[in-house]
Nanobody, 126 residues
């Protein structure tokens, strides 16, 4: 059974950076789009970024464009989210997840994903 484990969250000041990691075990991510989502208190879980299997196609929510960068390492079976110029509104629990279908171009819709990790808390505050 697929297991996803996120790490790298923490407390950072506005303008700071964090790099989140998502490690997969018991399953290869090679054939699936993978995504990062976040959920702030009292809000719906929203798509932040995703990366497809082919040609490194990526998508970003408008709120994080030019600040966040998603990447994947096939050899290590891992995914990353580099977050720069963090803002207080980025505060949330961040989750990684895999697409439910093989080779599909990634989307930011949580309905297309399953196998969620346990999440990692990101807090942006001075």
């Amino acid at each position: 059974q697929l297991q996803l484990v996120e790490s790298g969250g923490g407390l950072v000041q506005p303008g700071g950076s964090l790099r989140l990691s998502c490690a997969a075990s018991r399953f290869t991510l090679d054939y699936y789009a993978i995504g990062w989502f976040r959920q702030a208190p009292g809000k719906e879980r929203e798509g932040v970024s995703c990366i497809s299997t082919s040609a490194g196609i990526t998508k970003y929510a408008d709120s994080v464009k030019e600040r966040f960068t998603i990447s994947r390492d096939y050899a290590k079976n891992m995914m990353y989210l580099q977050m720069n110029n963090l803002k207080p509104e980025d505060t949330a629990v961040y989750y990684c997840a895999t697409d439910t279908k093989l080779f599909r171009q990634c989307s930011l819709s949580r309905d297309d994903y399953a196998s969620w990790g346990q999440g990692t808390q990101v807090t942006v505050s001075s």
